[in-house]
């Protein structure tokens, strides 16, 4: 867990910063027993856990974004990166949690300009007129390890593994959304209908006539 980062890195690069001491920004480095075509799976279950963590100390209930982002309306709360080394999964994840604050508090630094209206945190989405004192980003890390841990026992056998993308299938607003997915050697463009028990992405490319798994990509949502 980092206080605070100067370099954060999310998908394609982009910048993922914040003030010391006021969101959570951890790694957590797991060996699962895994196909490689499963991987992603990891991803899947750092988002549920992260998501049930936001509901236990804010009663905030954050939507899922495949592949890997957690919004409240259509301001990012989250952000996950996974990447693997051989039998290692490093899952980075990225919680606004007091910053940026809400419109009534002092914010201090200001929110950049190209982030107003993208991005929220817990203190932001609860009742404003509660503190932030009790809104520890270590405390929701806790939680977060806490709701991971028998998620990963799950991600130990078949059975296991089909429960939580089936429960990160149910979460997931993306699933009926008409999108476009770049994934760097082209765009699909179509309407996902399912999230598979590999947690890779299905999107009915009408056009083409075609139900086409995506792995990995960026998604814009039309809808």
């Not at 509660?130 to 929701?140: I, N």
């Not at 009408?206 to 039309?222: K, M, N, Q, W, Y």
């Amino acid at each position: 867990m980092a206080d605070f980062q100067s370099a954060g890195r999310g998908r394609l690069g982009r910048r993922w910063e914040a003030p010391p001491g006021a969101n959570l920004l951890a790694s957590v480095l797991l060996r699962p027993a895994l196909d490689p075509s499963r991987l992603h799976l990891t991803t899947v279950v750092v988002a549920l856990a992260a998501a049930d963590a936001c509901a236990q100390i804010a009663d905030v209930r954050p939507d899922l974004k495949w592949p890997n982002d957690l919004y409240v309306g259509r301001c990012k709360l989250a952000g996950i990166l996974a990447e693997s080394v051989r039998d290692a999964v490093v899952v980075g994840l990225g919680l606004n949690v007091r910053w940026p604050a809400p419109d009534s508090a002092t914010q201090e630094p200001p929110l950049p300009l190209e982030l107003e209206g993208l991005a929220t945190s817990l203190w932001r989405e609860r009742d404003s007129s509660e503190g932030a004192s009790e809104l520890d980003p270590r405390v929701v890390l806790d939680l977060v390890l806490a709701g991971l841990e028998h998620r990963l026992v799950d991600l130990s056998h078949p059975d296991g593994q089909r429960r939580q993308a089936a429960e990160y299938r149910s979460r997931c607003v993306t699933v009926g959304k008409r999108v476009e997915v770049s994934t760097g050697a082209r765009a699909i463009r179509g309407i996902v209908v399912d999230v598979t028990d590999e947690g890779h992405l299905a999107v009915e490319e009408a056009e083409a006539g075609r139900i086409t798994t995506v792995t990995a990509g960026d998604v814009l949502s039309f809808d």
